[in-house]
Nanobody, 121 residues
């Protein structure tokens, strides 16, 4: 079992930045992927980004390329989401998730509780 804990959410002005963190604990494998999803009120859950632990390959959703960056600290089993140039449309609960590789298709087995990101105009 893998446990995921997110942190770093908050309230920011449009154009500002936040860095989200997701710390993983428990039993993990070298081919796990860790990633981020988000869900706004009344909307479906949307894929944001993911990173493959074995080689650092990244995957991106369509809405945030060029503004967000994903990174890792393998020694701490932690993945980060650096969010820049934030827009009100980015307001959502952001969830950390993990799954076995090799890619992002299929079920994501493990989920964190979520952290709220609110971007004001």
């Amino acid at each position: 079992q893998v446990q995921l804990v997110e942190s770093g959410g908050g309230l920011v002005q449009a154009g500002g930045s936040l860095r989200l963190s997701c710390a993983a604990s428990g039993r993990t494998a070298s081919n796990y992927l860790m990633g981020w999803f988000r869900q706004a009120p009344g909307k479906e859950r949307d894929f944001v980004s993911a990173l493959r632990a074995s080689d650092g390959r990244t995957y991106w959703g369509d809405s945030v390329k060029g503004r967000f960056r994903i990174s890792r600290d393998n020694a701490k089993n932690t993945v980060y989401l650096q969010m820049n140039s934030l827009k009100p449309e980015d307001t959502a609960v952001y969830y950390c998730a993990a799954k076995l590789g090799p890619g992002v298709s299929g079920a994501w087995e493990y989920w964190g509780q979520g952290t709220q990101v609110t971007v004001s105009s």
